[in-house]
């Protein structure tokens, strides 16, 4: 019995994305993260798209590919609500 892995295509390797300086600020840290979950979520809809149309790829790459996505992007809404209660909290102080 023959038992092959899983191949690691580009979509499921971490990008090379651009370093956020330590000295920046949180804007472009922010923006930064927004785009890497954006390009993640964009790359699984093309790789779902391949396997479906085309018949290109496997289905569970496929399948890692949109959960990794899918997870970023809850991860994302999750800091996104923890920023605004922070928001919000300080709105609550007196001065």
Do not use: C, W
């Amino acid at each position: 019995m023959n038992i092959q892995g899983l191949s690691t295509p580009s979509l499921l390797q971490p990008e090379k994305s651009q370093k956020v300086s330590q000295n920046g600020d949180f804007g472009s840290m922010l923006k930064h993260y927004i785009s890497d979950v954006n390009h993640t979520s964009k790359m699984a809809g093309k790789a779902a798209e391949n396997l479906a149309v085309n018949g290109v790829g496997s289905a569970s790459e496929t399948m890692i590919a949109l959960k990794k996505a899918g997870l970023s992007f809850q991860l994302l809404m999750a800091a996104r609500g923890k920023v605004v209660d922070a928001y919000r909290e300080v709105m609550r102080m007196q001065i």
